[in-house]
């Protein structure tokens, strides 16, 4: 039998009972095929690897040790819900690396978005790696894979994801959620308790924040796209667009405009708004968003965030405008 492949009877989970059921038969597999050994994740905080850091977390408790990886490039308050949630709340094994230095020092001057993507994609393997040598006994490594991402292995997300490994990594793979769809994943999250805010969060690209500031990133221009992607995130939230508009994040080009603030003379970098409706990512609408609401997000960034004059919204269309901006 093909272990890759959903059987045609398997049923669509939907609901909190075909979660638990789901949940309980793959508790039972995992003990099987782990026994008292250890089990190694690098857990993003994306809704794929918590999901299944929550379930190995009921099947083996801390026979799983968890690595999270802070490249710095996280959107605000995300690894610190990573530690909240599994650590303080799971008692999860969970190693925190904040990597931010290694990661901004060697994307310094670097405005290339291939090559950005690279970097980061090729530093995180070596962050992982380090941490992976220093711990013993681990024979296993959970991974978050999804039934697209098997469906798709050859396509779009395998180079976009951070998540690869070196192939010299001698582990035999866990992957309790292979053959699921991610609104499956996202019920099955909820059923282990997971917060919504975790279960429900939009798509994040692996390299995170770094191909939302655009060209070559800098501490500071970094720092401002987070605080105001965080207050984008706050108003669509208070306005239910979180529930209608698929994604939503900033991007912060490397070009400042003249502007006047507290009657001086303000130069600063435009935040530019994305929210985009699609099904598959690979088109996308521009959602309406209600004037009042861009007023307030503009007011509200032009006045919190340092370093920002202007705010801008993108109504472009995929195609042509793809859904990031590099
Ligand atoms: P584009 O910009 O190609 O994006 O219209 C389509 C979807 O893919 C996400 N995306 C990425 N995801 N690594 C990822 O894991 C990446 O490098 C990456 N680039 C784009 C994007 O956020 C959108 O949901």
Not at 39 to 44: G, Q, R
Not at 104 to 122: N, S
Not at 193 to 198: C, D
Not at 253 to 272: L, T
Request: net charge negative; with cysteine; glycine share 8%.
């Amino acid at each position: 039998m093909d272990n890759n492949k959903r059987p045609d009877s398997m049923e669509r989970i939907t609901t909190k009972e075909l979660a638990d059921a789901f949940i309980a038969e793959q508790i039972d597999l995992v003990k099987k095929q782990v026994g008292d050994k250890k089990v190694l994740l690098a857990l993003s905080g994306g809704v794929d690897s918590s999901v299944v850091a929550a379930l190995l977390i009921k099947a083996i408790g801390k026979q799983l040790v968890c690595v999270h990886v802070n490249h710095g490039l996280m959107r605000k308050g995300e690894s610190e819900q990573v530690i909240e949630v599994f650590q303080n709340q799971l008692d999860a094994n969970l190693i925190y690396i904040d990597a931010t230095d290694r990661f901004l020092d060697l994307l310094a001057g670097v405005a290339e978005p291939e090559k950005k993507r690279k970097i980061i994609g090729g530093e995180f393997i070596k962050v992982f790696d380090e941490e992976a040598g220093k711990l013993e006994g681990i024979s296993f490594l959970a991974q978050g894979t999804i039934y697209p991402d098997i469906l798709e292995s050859d396509g779009v997300k395998a180079h976009h994801n951070v998540g690869g490994l070196p192939e010299d990594m001698q582990f035999e793979l866990v992957e309790p959620v292979k053959l699921l769809y991610k609104d499956e994943v996202r019920v099955v999250g909820k059923a282990l308790g997971l917060p919504s805010s975790m279960v429900d969060r939009q798509p994040f690209p692996g390299p995170g924040l770094g191909v939302r500031c655009l060209g070559a990133i800098t501490r500071d221009r970094l720092n401002a796209l987070r605080e105001a992607d965080a207050i984008l995130r706050e108003e669509f939230d208070n306005a239910g667009l979180n529930k209608t508009v698929w994604q939503y994040f900033i991007a912060v080009p490397d070009m400042k405009s003249v502007g006047v603030k507290n009657d001086k003379r303000y130069e600063g970098w435009p935040a530019i708004i994305r929210a985009v409706n699609t099904t598959d990512a690979m088109s996308a609408t521009i959602e309406e968003i209600p004037y009042s609401i861009l007023n307030k997000i503009t007011a509200r960034i032009t006045a919190e965030v340092e370093g920002i004059n202007r705010v801008l919204y993108d109504l472009t269309p995929k195609p042509v405008g793809t859904i990031e901006w590099e």
